[in-house]
């Protein structure tokens, strides 16, 4: 009788936790910014009249245009709608097994600072754990009768559009359903159930003229060798451990979990998890911590909650006082802070302003919560809609100053509010087609997720004029390919060609040969 009112004692903890412990990343204003264009009839780009895709998130950046088009609004907006769309997955997870045991599921997502922390960030975390509930609810639930090979490749395909590398859980399970029923039946179904990922690439083709996102190739194409990034992606999985244990002995206690149980659906999700944890190595982590884990933990969660299905209360006792033991280790626990969250002492630096480096750990990756919150923190002294931070400032002189072109290193803050005139250039091209594009100089220091090119010489002064005056040959002739790709209409005479040359290799001479010249 007491489990009756579950579900709905788990929405109003979630909702109070979430609330309390709300805030927005920079990052996040990086996408305003192209929604704010977007919605405004400028088109799906972050400088407007040029069309490069400076978010990595079609599906959440979709769904946060149409709601700030309905409430004109970013800030309260986009806390409200994660809030939502979490309290989401905590309904779907009473969908996987008894009360009882999805309660222990939950329990672990709530005590895990990645989960929590990364929940209203305003980055597309919480609708990727909403969507893996939801393919794991017609994997193992309620709704498993209703589930074909078509619908879970869907929503594979659709979380895969939410954030592109999340594409990694999904697969073995795709991979298993096909080969227990049959490839030569199962197969044109599921590549049919991941059309809308081909046809969203397809678009970003014509379109951007890329396949994947800008981003993905500021931070893959570094030149920076596959042993320093696999050493970095180690040290991230070091700072969960020092910042949020729990996350990773969750996950790790799935593994185990599933062993044991041995059932070859399960087994299917682990691979997912052990696959992403992978990529997570290989590409060198992030800087936000824990970031990255929220998804596999969220998976894990659900297997964590299939194995206590059958648990007495003895074991529940253990497994609860396990969790909370683990939760009150991490070094800045969620579950505790208040409104001084991150109200640690500012440090001058060079280029962007005091800032909280204490924060930041030796390796580069920093509580991005503590970060930002005294900045963007729903309950943070002052409060307010508007982030209480310098990038701002510069972002509205940028505004004044009437200059149309401005170089900065931060473009979530200072870009939004620097507004639609000011076109933004960024040594780490997170927004730029051909900064992204160039390695970063041989022996030159770099933080992980932040890969800076020294900007060539006239390359500003090309942007700013409309004339290419890069001073480089042959980056001259690769600007003028790009510029024809991202700035000419999408039907212009030799556009197709030169999107199909540039992305199989043709001109990557042209940028060797700049870099050689660059390192003389």
Same mark, same amino acid.
């Given at each position: 009788?007491?489990?009756? =009112?579950?579900?709905?004692?788990?929405?109003?903890?979630?909702?109070?936790?979430?609330?309390?412990?709300?805030?927005?990343?920079?990052?996040?204003?990086?996408?305003?910014?192209?929604?704010?264009?977007?919605?405004?009839?400028?088109?799906?780009?972050? $400088?407007?009249?040029?069309?490069?895709?400076?978010?990595?998130?079609?599906?959440?950046?979709?769904?946060?245009?149409?709601?700030?088009?309905?409430?004109? %609004?970013?800030?309260? *907006?986009?806390?409200?709608?994660?809030?939502?769309?979490?309290?989401?997955?905590?309904?779907?997870?009473?969908?996987?097994?008894?009360?009882?045991?999805?309660?222990?599921?939950?329990?672990?997502?709530?005590?895990?600072?990645?989960?929590?922390?990364?929940?209203?960030?305003?980055? %597309?975390?919480?609708?990727?754990?909403?969507?893996?509930?939801?393919?794991?609810?017609?994997?193992?639930?309620?709704?498993?009768?209703?589930?074909?090979?078509?619908?879970?490749?869907?929503?594979?395909?659709?979380?895969?559009?939410?954030?592109?590398?999340?594409?990694?859980?999904?697969?073995?399970?795709?991979?298993?359903?096909?080969?227990?029923?049959?490839?030569?039946?199962?197969?044109?179904?599921?590549?049919?159930?991941?059309?809308?990922?081909?046809?969203?690439?397809?678009?970003?083709?014509?379109?951007?003229?890329?396949?994947?996102?800008?981003?993905?190739?500021?931070?893959?194409?570094?030149?920076?060798?596959?042993?320093?990034?696999?050493?970095?992606?180690?040290?991230?999985?070091? $700072?969960?451990?020092?910042?949020?244990?729990? *996350?990773?002995?969750?996950?790790?206690?799935?593994?185990?979990?599933?062993?044991?149980?041995?059932?070859?659906?399960?087994?299917?999700?682990?691979?997912?998890?052990?696959?992403?944890?992978?990529?997570?190595?290989?590409?060198?982590?992030?800087?936000?911590?824990?970031?990255?884990?929220?998804?596999?933990?969220?998976?894990?969660?659900?297997?964590?909650?299939?194995?206590?299905?059958?648990?007495?209360?003895?074991?529940?006792?253990?497994?609860?006082?396990?969790?909370?033991?683990?939760?009150?280790?991490?070094?800045?626990?969620?579950?505790?802070?208040?409104?001084?969250?991150?109200?640690?002492?500012?440090?001058?630096?060079?280029?962007?302003?005091?800032?909280?480096?204490?924060?930041?750990? %030796?390796?580069?990756?920093?509580?991005?919560?503590?970060?930002?919150?005294?900045?963007?923190?729903?309950?943070?002294?002052?409060?307010?809609?508007?982030?209480?931070?310098?990038?701002?400032?510069?972002?509205?002189?940028?505004?004044?100053?009437?200059?149309?072109?401005? %170089?900065? =290193?931060?473009?979530?803050?200072?870009?939004?509010?620097?507004?639609?005139?000011?076109?933004?250039?960024?040594?780490?091209?997170? $927004?730029?087609?051909?900064?992204?594009?160039?390695?970063?100089?041989?022996?030159?220091?770099?933080?992980?997720?932040?890969?800076?090119?020294?900007?060539?010489?006239?390359?500003?002064?090309?942007?700013?004029?409309?004339? $290419?005056?890069?001073?480089?040959?042959?980056?001259?002739?690769?600007?003028?390919?790009? *510029?024809?790709?991202?700035?000419?209409?999408?039907?212009?005479?030799?556009?197709?060609?030169?999107?199909?040359?540039?992305? *199989?290799?043709?001109?990557?001479?042209?940028?060797?040969?700049?870099?050689?010249?660059?390192?003389?």
């Amino acid at each position: 009788m007491g489990l009756r =009112y579950l579900p709905a004692a788990a929405i109003v903890i979630f909702a109070a936790v979430l609330l309390k412990n709300a805030w927005l990343s920079d990052d996040a204003y990086i996408t305003f910014r192209s929604v704010d264009n977007f919605v405004s009839g400028y088109g799906l780009v972050y $400088n407007v009249g040029e069309r490069v895709q400076s978010y990595t998130h079609p599906l959440w950046m979709l769904s946060l245009s149409l709601i700030h088009f309905a409430t004109r %609004e970013f800030y309260y *907006t986009t806390i409200i709608f994660s809030v939502v769309i979490t309290l989401g997955t905590v309904h779907f997870f009473f969908k996987l097994s008894t009360r009882a045991a999805a309660l222990s599921g939950l329990v672990v997502l709530l005590a895990s600072k990645a989960f929590v922390d990364y929940s209203t960030s305003g980055l %597309e975390n919480p609708l990727s754990h909403l969507l893996v509930v939801v393919f794991l609810c017609y994997l193992f639930g309620a709704k498993a009768r209703k589930a074909t090979p078509l619908l879970l490749a869907t929503i594979a395909a659709v979380a895969a559009l939410n954030r592109l590398d999340t594409l990694a859980i999904y697969l073995p399970v795709l991979t298993l359903i096909a080969a227990q029923i049959g490839w030569k039946r199962s197969l044109p179904v599921i590549l049919f159930g991941l059309s809308p990922l081909f046809v969203w690439t397809f678009f970003s083709l014509l379109y951007y003229g890329a396949a994947v996102a800008n981003p993905a190739y500021s931070k893959l194409a570094t030149g920076i060798p596959a042993g320093a990034l696999m050493q970095q992606g180690l040290f991230y999985y070091l $700072n969960s451990l020092t910042q949020d244990p729990l *996350t990773l002995v969750a996950i790790t206690a799935a593994c185990v979990t599933v062993s044991i149980r041995r059932d070859v659906r399960e087994l299917a999700v682990m691979a997912g998890v052990l696959l992403y944890l992978f990529y997570i190595v290989r590409v060198g982590g992030d800087f936000m911590s824990g970031r990255f884990f929220s998804v596999p933990l969220t998976a894990s969660a659900v297997l964590l909650a299939r194995g206590m299905a059958d648990a007495g209360r003895r074991r529940f006792v253990i497994f609860y006082v396990a969790v909370a033991a683990l939760a009150m280790l991490s070094a800045r626990s969620h579950l505790l802070s208040g409104p001084g969250y991150g109200d640690v002492p500012l440090v001058q630096t060079r280029f962007f302003g005091p800032l909280p480096l204490s924060l930041i750990d %030796e390796h580069g990756i920093s509580d991005e919560r503590a970060f930002y919150y005294q900045a963007t923190g729903l309950l943070r002294p002052g409060g307010g809609s508007v982030p209480d931070h310098q990038w701002v400032s510069q972002g509205l002189d940028a505004s004044r100053a009437g200059a149309r072109v401005h %170089e900065f =290193y931060t473009l979530g803050f200072t870009g939004f509010y620097a507004g639609r005139g000011v076109h933004v250039i960024d040594p780490n091209g997170l $927004n730029d087609f051909l900064i992204a594009r160039l390695p970063i100089a041989k022996y030159s220091r770099w933080r992980i997720g932040h890969f800076t090119r020294k900007i060539p010489e006239g390359y500003t002064d090309s942007v700013s004029s409309g004339h $290419n005056v890069i001073t480089d040959p042959g980056l001259a002739r690769y600007y003028d390919i790009a *510029t024809l790709i991202t700035r000419g209409d999408l039907f212009a005479e030799g556009r197709m060609t030169a999107i199909w040359k540039i992305n *199989t290799g043709v001109y990557d001479h042209l940028i060797d040969s700049y870099m050689r010249n660059a390192e003389q």
